[in-house]
């Protein structure tokens, strides 16, 4: 099952699945992230609308 999806026309990987691959916990990942927004492509991370996740 591919843990790629296409959200707003773009691919995309959530959080978790891409958590999973790199062997760590979401929150884990998503602080990281935050800690180092600076290395990261201004469009790398964005939050998904209610309506998006169903």
Same mark, same amino acid.
């Given at each position: %099952?591919? &843990?790629?999806y296409?959200? +707003?026309?773009?691919k995309? %990987?959530?959080?978790r699945?891409?958590a999973e691959?790199?062997g760590? #916990?979401?929150?884990?990942? &998503?602080?990281s992230?935050k800690r180092?927004?600076?290395r990261?492509?201004k469009?790398?991370m964005f939050e %998904?609308? #209610? +309506? #998006?996740?169903t």
């Amino acid at each position: %099952m591919s &843990k790629i999806y296409i959200v +707003r026309g773009i691919k995309i %990987m959530l959080d978790r699945d891409l958590a999973e691959l790199y062997g760590v #916990e979401t929150k884990v990942l &998503k602080q990281s992230v935050k800690r180092n927004i600076s290395r990261f492509p201004k469009d790398f991370m964005f939050e %998904m609308s #209610e +309506r #998006e996740h169903t």
